[in-house]
């Protein structure tokens, strides 16, 4: 069973809302933290936002503020990534990754990855 599994994608129109969940079927660090990313192709993955699993501190990607947030169910051990606003330029895949939460929340090089899910959002 692959540890991390994206869900909620699709197509909607601009200004509309998502809610993206991660269901994180293994813990894979003593203390992790769970990350939302997501590509466009041809560009770098680009950090969205992320939870410590440990305290539940959040942080939100500068391009995002004010229009996504992130929650969770420790009972169902799913992350949830609510899109309000959203824009043609949200459209891309969108990912969740796990690494431990003191390394860097940004960088793409690190922690383990899901498959990913479609967002597109039409203008």
């Known amino acids: 069973q692959e540890p991390l599994v994206e869900s909620g994608g699709g197509l909607v129109q601009s200004g509309g809302s998502l809610r993206l969940s991660c269901a994180v079927s293994?813990?894979?660090?003593?203390?992790?933290?769970i990350m939302w990313f997501r590509q466009v192709p041809g560009k770098e993955r680009e950090f969205v936002g992320g939870m410590s699993w440990r305290d539940d501190t959040t942080r939100l990607g500068n391009s995002v503020k004010g229009r996504f947030a992130i929650s969770r169910d420790n009972a169902k051990r799913t992350l949830f990534l609510q899109m309000n606003g959203l824009r043609p330029e949200d459209t891309a895949v969108y990912y969740c990754n796990q690494r431990p939460v003191d390394d860097d929340w940004t960088r793409v090089d690190l922690g383990t990855w899901g498959q990913g899910t479609q967002v597109t959002v039409s203008s």
């Open positions: 293994r813990i894979l660090f003593r203390a992790p933290a």
